[in-house]
């Protein structure tokens, strides 16, 4: 296994929640910027949260915003996304993403740490 690693995907109707969860395993987990990406089929990989190494700044894609919530915990080393009103444009494989930078960072070639990914089928 890799430094990070996802868990928790799913298929849940529409309306419905789930919540993914990436353990991670890197040295000063809490300089990290964490985020959770996610790619349909034919689609590009894109940026749906992140959270600050601190905890304090999140930012959500314009599309989720209000309905999932990130979590981190720098004691266990973990970041969950919460993932509430599910819709089938949900439907993706999420990825748990590190960047050791400072600053809010939401394009992909800011990322350097990937896990293996995760499903979720979102059913209408």
């Known amino acids: 296994q890799g430094p990070l690693v996802e868990s928790g995907g799913g298929l849940v109707q529409a309306g419905g929640s789930l919540r993914p969860s990436c353990s991670a395993s890197?040295?000063?987990?809490?300089?990290?910027?964490m985020a959770w990406f996610r790619q349909a089929p034919g689609r590009e990989r894109t940026i749906v949260s992140a959270?600050?190494?601190?905890?304090?700044?999140?930012y959500y894609e314009q599309s989720v915003e209000g309905r999932f919530t990130i979590f981190r915990d720098n004691a266990k080393m973990t970041v969950d996304l919460q993932m509430n009103s599910l819709k089938p444009e949900d439907t993706a494989t999420y990825y748990c993403?590190?960047?050791?930078?400072?600053?809010?960072?939401?394009?992909?070639?800011?990322?350097?740490?990937w896990g293996q990914g995760t499903q979720v089928t979102v059913s209408s």
């Open positions: 890197l040295r000063a987990f809490k300089n990290y910027l």
């Open positions: 959270v600050s190494g601190s905890g304090t700044d999140t």
């Open positions: 993403a590190a960047a050791d930078q400072p600053g809010m960072k939401l394009w992909l070639r800011d990322y350097d740490i």
